[in-house]
């Protein structure tokens, strides 16, 4: 695993009832949400094995938009996540599938999500213990790995030309 802490392992203050499919997924909306500086007004999520098979029963669909709409895994408002997307205007739809061809790991989101004149296409992966990981954006292998007390803005800003270049590309 990629534990750097006892923290790691133990997880962050979270709204539940799973770090790895509900605090480590808000981690990956929240990525996103600071790579497009706002919520997006769109996003196309699927989820992968594990997360394709659970994720109502474990808030992860919940855990995603909370995240996509800038909250932080404490933040109680996640448990009405899909009223607050609806109540920001965004467009969502989850699909499902079994492989992803990107990455091997039963706790993966591809999101693709459009905010104004931007579209960023992110996949991160949950690892456990509220740890996360980016591992695509765009098209482009990375390794951003996230914990709840990472300030994402400043990761994400690292990223943010490789969104000019994609819709450039468009």
Not at 102 to 129: E, F, Q, W
Request: net charge negative; aromatic share 10%; with cysteine.
């Amino acid at each position: 695993m990629e534990f750097q802490s006892c923290f790691d392992i133990i997880g962050p203050i979270m709204v539940g009832p799973s770090s790895s499919h509900t605090a480590g997924v808000v981690s990956i909306g929240k990525f996103i949400f600071e790579l497009l500086g706002d919520c997006p007004e769109k996003a196309n999520i699927v989820f992968y094995d594990s997360f394709a098979e659970t994720y109502q029963g474990h808030g992860t669909d919940k855990a995603l938009l909370g995240g996509l709409l800038g909250m932080d895994t404490d933040d109680s408002r996640i448990k009405s996540s899909l009223d607050w997307a609806k109540k920001h205007g965004m467009q969502y739809q989850f699909d499902f599938a079994e492989n992803c061809e990107y990455y091997d790991h039963p706790n993966i989101a591809m999101v693709t999500a459009r905010c104004g004149d931007y579209v960023v296409k992110v996949g991160g992966v949950s690892l456990g213990g509220g740890l996360s990981k980016i591992f695509m954006i765009n098209e482009k292998m990375v390794d951003i790995r996230l914990s709840a007390g990472d300030d994402f803005a400043v990761l994400a800003r690292h990223y943010q030309p490789i969104r000019k270049e994609l819709m450039e590309a468009i």
